[in-house]
Antibody
């Protein structure tokens, strides 16, 4: 079954860290770029970061630059998002999504709540 | 300030046709922005409808179509159905490793 499954969300205090994972199955993960996209409660979608198919290129939004790091392990068909120095405004559902110029396959998301 | 613009809300009658647009605060949208469209209902993950301006994603009915209209990307729904009532988002590739979503359009079918 072609799918992406996120995990690792939870409740964390401001300033702390969290690592999200996205497990891919049913397709050649190593041939696709992958995005992280988030959605704050009651708000629209926000692009967070992208990593190229081989991990050689990473891009991130200004809102997370210097705090979040995207990475991947193609041997494990898994994407990661290391989130440091978390802020209340990082509270959101985090989705991973496949492809490069657009997103053609989405996971169901994992919820991150940053609160004291 | 919103770089990518969408109508905040739109209404269509069942069986009717509606065109949602995706523009830039400054400039024109072209195919070089790889405009894509997503449908989302509350509590659900987004569903890809259209990518690269006008390519329908697998399983998407042909009553959904994408195009460039004037200086904007457009999503047209023909023969609107009740379950088309959703939020619709576009995203544009801004170049230099940056993607920006529009604020979304809440479509009501009534």
């Amino acid at each position: 079954q072609v799918q992406l499954v996120e995990s690792g969300g939870g409740v964390v205090q401001p300033g702390r860290s969290l690592r999200l994972s996205c497990a891919a199955s049913g397709f050649a993960f190593a041939t696709y770029g992958v995005h992280w996209v988030r959605q704050a409660p009651g708000k629209g979608l926000e692009w967070v970061a992208l990593i190229s198919y081989d991990g050689s290129t990473q891009y991130s939004a200004d809102s997370v630059k210097g705090r979040f790091t995207i990475s991947r392990d193609n041997s494990k068909n898994t994407l990661y998002l290391q989130m440091n120095s978390l802020r209340v405004e990082d509270t959101a559902v985090y989705y991973c999504a496949r492809n490069y110029y657009y997103m053609d396959l989405w996971g169901k998301g994992t919820t991150v709540t940053v609160s004291s | 300030q919103t770089v990518v613009t969408q109508e905040p809300s739109f209404s269509v009658s069942p069986g009717g046709t509606v065109t949602l647009t995706c523009g830039l605060r400054s400039g024109s949208v072209s195919t070089s922005y790889y405009p894509s469209w997503y449908q989302q209902t509350p509590g659900q993950a987004p569903r890809t409808l259209i990518y690269s301006t006008n390519t329908r994603s697998s399983g998407v009915p042909d009553r959904f179509s994408g195009s460039i209209l004037g200086n904007k990307a457009a999503l047209t729904i023909t023969g609107a159905q009740a379950d088309d009532e959703s939020d619709y988002y576009c995203v544009l590739y801004m170049g230099r490793g940056s993607w920006v979503f529009g604020g979304g359009t809440k479509l009501t079918v009534l």
